[in-house]
């Protein structure tokens, strides 16, 4: 538990709020268990809602730079409609499920950078304030750590990991973000290619996987952009030969002719807008060994920015007023 605090617009004496997550990383879909604690003030208290609002810091593309700010991807009321005694105490265990989308914030149990919360949100007498923000740790899903393993074998590196606000045209993403993991190419791709930026969609039935290319240009050519995306299921991770898919979707995404995407902002299109992705779908196979722990693990570990630090640059932000959240409607 981090940043417990007193409900200042709830006057002096009023109730506390102290969330407890269960202090294991959770995955993508799954359900997320924890406790809130209220404790009473110095008179009653009547309880109209308590709410958890799972937050993301996200950065956002301007025609004139970028931004950061905090978005409210999920919104769970877990309890209300009852009195507190003055001095009371009671707890509320809660299990709440995490959307498919939810990025990943830790690899092999190194941060990825990405600051991710779980901000509580008490209503008394018509009167609301958010009093607790919690750390949320996510690992990734088994076909999600299947494929980072891959591009560990075939070479690649982690570079770096963030959230952009903004919607990938052409899939089924449903959050107003979507994750970014950016690799350093593989020795083999290096002449090709800058960087690979990948994206995981997962959705109860399988995942999307969209793969960018930041392709090099040639004596004569300049250098674009290229980007297509994959399916995979959640099943057979263990029957899938996943270093040579992977690789096949590397040589494809190089191979790529349509090209010259382009990130959109603010909640339209991006990347490409819909053009030049392809639906392809994996064939059966053998899973290989471990390689990624020291490759993208490893510079996870180098890259990570302290999450505890984030999560309290994410709250200023948003105390501030955040750049995303006026245009979410707003509850009685």
Do not use: C
């Amino acid at each position: 538990m981090v940043f417990k605090r007193l409900l200042g617009s709830l006057g002096v004496g009023g109730p506390t709020v102290d969330t407890v997550l269960d202090p294991v990383a959770t995955r993508p879909g799954a359900v997320l268990n924890g406790q809130v604690h209220l404790k009473s003030g110095d008179t009653d208290f009547d309880i109209e809602h308590v709410t958890l609002e799972l937050v993301a810091r996200v950065e956002a593309e301007h025609d004139d730079g970028e931004s950061e700010g905090v978005v409210v991807f999920d919104r769970f009321t877990v309890g209300g409609g009852f009195r507190i005694a003055a001095g009371e105490q009671r707890s509320m265990p809660f299990g709440i499920a995490l959307p498919w989308e939810t990025p990943i914030t830790e690899l092999y149990g190194q941060p990825l950078g990405i600051v991710l919360g779980v901000r509580t949100e008490l209503a008394v007498a018509g009167a609301k304030d958010k009093g607790d923000l919690d750390q949320l740790t996510v690992g990734p899903l088994p076909v999600q750590e299947a494929i980072l393993e891959a591009l560990g074998q075939l070479g690649f590196g982690f570079r770096s990991a963030d959230l952009e606000y903004g919607r990938i045209g052409g899939t089924g993403q449903r959050l107003p973000f979507y994750q970014e993991i950016e690799l350093t190419p593989a020795s083999q791709y290096a002449h090709q290619v800058n960087e690979i930026e990948l994206t995981f969609l997962p959705t109860p039935g399988g995942m999307e996987v969209v793969l960018e290319a930041d392709k090099r240009g040639g004596l004569f050519v300049d250098g674009h952009d290229a980007l297509t995306r994959f399916t995979v299921a959640h099943d057979g991770i263990e029957h899938q030969d996943w270093n040579t898919l992977v690789d096949g979707w590397i040589r494809q995404l190089l191979e790529h002719r349509t090209s010259h995407g382009s990130h959109t902002p603010y909640g339209h299109d991006a990347r490409h807008g819909g053009h030049g992705h392809e639906d392809h779908h994996p064939h059966d196979g053998h899973h290989s060994g471990a390689g990624m722990g020291t490759a993208v693990a490893a510079g996870a570990a180098g890259l990570a920015v302290g999450v505890v630090g984030g999560i309290v640059a994410a709250e200023v932000v948003d105390e501030v007023g955040d750049l995303f959240e006026g245009d979410e409607e707003e509850e009685g």
